[in-house]
DNA sequence: GACATTTATTTCGCATGCGAACTATCTACA
DNA sequence: TGTAGATAGTTCGCATGCGAAATAAATGTC
């Protein structure tokens, strides 16, 4: 075939969520690889940071700081929770809710995922000036406006 | 809680990881809901194009093009077969390869995506300039060569 | 106080796509 | 020719995360 990237010359239109959809596919990839002693994901890493924030959030706003929806943050909790990451703590105010903890080994596996992402930053923004970054940040954000969930119309 | 977003206001190299991720899902679900009735998701989509290009491509070729290694390609061509949108037919020169081709309602779903993927494109720029989109395009881009799947390095 | 509504979380079935291991075929080389 | 290695796909188990529906507890209303 030698053109393995006819995709890549088709329409400008059409570029852009591919190239979203490729771009987050191979840092998810790169990321899991990387962690791959630790043990850790991405998006374990993610709810990770939040505790690492604010120790003893609910599910919920756990949940709507990673963008996760109900059933996206209560799977991702059960996994962590088998691995001993985090512990689920029924809240003393209200018995639908749950309160989520570091474990020791969770605050361990929070150190090292703060020096990947490190890592993992330097290359995002290799290549590219302040500015340019600040585009496409700009650019990402504006996608949860534009592509709203639900009744957020 | 009343700061929902806090997640957001974190250092900023922890930024562009988690906005590329969320961009990334809030664009898929959108997809799916606007391709509700086609019963066509963004993946399948994907394919779609690459054979509305290149009709009768081998598998191997299709997963190149859409970035994707033998397990995602396989799936995706499992789900799009059961659906009659592709058919899959022996390689004639290669008792080990499939050829993919696009059924009439393969054809018909890839000429709503196009149009589904028009509106979801003016979303995307929206509000940037040309050269702004281009800078993203390019960070985008770049992402492959900064992350690479195996042994590219 | 009882009942309707809202809210927090879970469960189910699904699509996506990965890495590792497997099967079948083809190619090259001795 | 015969066999070692490369190549095309499949299968398995997993993580991710969605929408829809269920469960359970809190809240508001009459």
Redesign the pocket.
């Known amino acids: 075939m030698s053109d393995p990237d006819f995709w890549m010359s088709a329409r400008r239109e059409h570029r852009l969520v591919f190239l979203l959809?490729v771009a987050h596919?191979r840092l998810?990839?790169w990321i899991?690889?990387q962690t791959q002693q630790s043990g850790v994901?991405?998006?374990?890493s993610?709810l990770l940071f939040v505790l690492g924030q604010r120790d003893g959030v609910?599910?919920?706003?756990a949940?709507a700081a990673?963008?996760?929806?109900?059933?996206?943050?209560?799977?991702?909790?059960?996994?962590?929770t088998a691995a001993n990451l985090i512990k689920?703590r029924a809240?003393p105010?209200?018995?639908?809710?749950?309160?989520l903890w570091l474990t020791p080994a969770g605050r361990a596996a929070l150190a090292q995922s703060k020096a990947g992402l490190a890592e993992v930053n330097a290359r995002l923004t290799a290549g590219f000036s302040e500015a340019e970054i600040d585009v496409v940040a700009r650019w990402l954000t504006s996608l949860q406006s534009k592509f709203p969930?639900?009744e957020d119309e």
């Open positions: 959809n596919r998810q990839r899991a690889a994901t991405a998006a374990q993610g609910l599910m919920g706003e949940g990673l963008d996760l929806g109900p059933p996206g943050i209560s799977g991702l909790v059960d996994r962590m689920r809240d105010d209200d018995g639908r809710a749950w309160r969930k639900g």
